[in-house]
């Protein structure tokens, strides 16, 4: 069989880029109407201009949003994945989180993304299972937690981050993220190893 031409190869490529984006769908973002647009394969424009995301340490994507007049004119840090779900996917349970359903952060395409509950998030897929077995490997799971209120009082010393999961109903998982600094808080706790 002999080889495909590449002016071919490059017709195709050109053909299935002008499909897909001739299948984009662009709706205003919610609170920015008439200023920005997101679409449902994951861009965000300030019409007409279409805004270049950068990836935060957790790795999802952001842009910066500033109006005169909205926000006082400040600047607003925004996730893609929530603009494009706030625009294009139903939540008709009011749900606050955003969920990848191929757990890759940067793929903010519409049909990618669902709305979760908080413990839905931390559970999904394979991400508790990868988590386990490093923390497995290098002993934290193990490793004795303290519980805080949110003023930094002492609330209890737990065995491991699952007794302290197990005891507030709660996931190691985020228990975890508050400990690395990626959360704030997990279940209105504070929490650390204790030392």
């Known amino acids: ?3 495909v031409p590449t002016y071919r190869i490059f017709s195709l490529s050109l053909l299935i880029i002008i499909t897909v984006i001739s299948m984009e769908i662009w709706k205003p973002v919610v609170g920015y109407e008439g200023h920005y647009e997101v679409s449902n394969l994951g861009r965000v424009r300030s ?4 805004l270049s995301p950068w990836t935060n340490n957790s790795e999802y994507q952001y842009v910066t949003l500033k109006v005169a007049g909205i926000n006082d004119g400040k600047k607003r840090n925004r996730s893609v994945h929530s603009l494009v779900a706030e625009a294009f996917v139903e939540n008709p349970e009011g749900l606050r989180e955003v969920n990848h359903k ?3 952060k940067d793929d903010n395409r ?3 993304l669902e709305w979760a509950t908080r413990q839905y998030n931390c559970n999904y897929g394979e991400r508790t299972e990868k988590f386990r077995e490093t ?11 303290i519980q805080r209120t949110m003023d930094g009082e002492f ?12 005891a507030i109903g709660g996931t ?6 508050v ?9 209105n706790f504070k929490w650390e190893y204790d030392a």
């Open 179 to 187: 400990i690395a600094g990626r959360n704030s808080h997990h279940m």
């Open 47 to 50: 019409v007409p201009k279409v």
């Open 135 to 145: 923390h497995r490997r290098n002993g934290k799971m193990n490793k004795a937690v």
């Open 1 to 3: 069989m002999g080889k």
């Open 102 to 104: 191929n757990e890759i």
């Open 155 to 166: 609330i209890a010393r737990h065995r491991s981050m699952k007794d302290a999961a197990e």
């Open 110 to 112: 519409s049909d990618n």
């Open 172 to 177: 190691a998982s985020c228990i975890s993220n």
